[in-house]
């Protein structure tokens, strides 16, 4: 029998949660015991997903684009509202943007790759934290990328984002570390996602070929660490970086 770290009767926002990983962290939150709020842009995949879950405890749901300020505080003000409070934040919402050169790429893409990817988890942040001072405790998980640590070629703009990211989780773990709310970020390498259809095979080959297993990512392996760290077991790492790269990261 699995063993699911307990987070029995905490509130989660898991961003991204219609597919993939998301969709994986928070049916593993929902394991233990958590009741947990499914934020995506996709309205159909959504509510998909939230059916799927159902059986398994609290599953509320809110379609929304993560870089949009409004959209945000909508999201944070109806999680609150109905459940209560929210203790849990796990930002997963992210795009690759496709792959191309920086000299080939378009600004407008660019900054698509960073508004989603970087500034949509800064204004999770920035309406979930208050949140989390009001009620003492909080867990968040960004869900950044070895491309973060490394960089890809023909992925700037995604490399760069996941970057961004680490940076964002290091400062504000700092700023709360003192208030019973810890910060880290998990780093995949290429998982077995369907985000892998927004990449040319060539650099899909790129990513798989510097793993050293020799293989995928599966989503369910990123969901076991980050639920125990949304856990209360997870209770002195704060602004700290976890490999799941299958050794492909060398720091």
Not at 69 to 91: F, H, M, P, T, Y
Not at 162 to 168: E, H
Not at 198 to 207: C, E, F, P, V
Request: glycine share 12%.
């Amino acid at each position: 029998m699995t063993a699911y770290p307990d987070v029995k009767g905490r509130v989660a926002v898991v961003t991204g949660a219609a597919r993939g990983l998301g969709l994986a962290i928070a049916k593993r939150l929902l394991h233990g015991g958590a009741s947990v709020w499914l934020w995506d842009v996709d309205e159909a995949a959504l509510a998909e997903a939230k059916a799927g879950l159902g059986g398994l405890g609290t599953v509320s749901s809110f379609a929304l684009d993560i870089s949009d300020e409004a959209q945000v505080a909508r999201g944070a003000g109806l999680a609150v509202a109905q459940s209560g409070r929210v203790d849990i934040l796990v930002n997963n919402a992210g795009i690759t943007g496709g792959n191309a050169t920086v000299w080939d790429m378009a600004p407008a893409t660019w900054r698509k790759v960073i508004e989603i990817n970087l500034t949509g988890a800064f204004l999770t942040c920035h309406a979930l934290v208050p949140l989390m001072l009001k009620g003492g405790y909080g867990r968040i998980v960004n869900i950044a990328s070895v491309a973060g640590k490394e960089g890809n070629p023909n992925a700037a703009h995604y490399s760069a984002s996941k970057a961004g990211l680490i940076g964002l989780t290091k400062s504000l773990a700092k700023e709360l570390a003192q208030k019973n709310i810890l910060v880290n970020c998990v780093t995949p390498a290429a998982a077995n996602t369907p985000i892998l259809a927004q990449m040319t095979q060539q650099h899909i080959d790129y990513m798989l070929a510097k793993i050293p297993m020799g293989r995928l990512l599966e989503a369910e392996e990123v969901a076991a660490m980050v639920a125990w760290l949304c856990s209360e077991e997870c209770s002195f790492s704060t602004g700290a970086v976890f490999d799941i790269s299958g050794g492909r990261a060398t720091y």
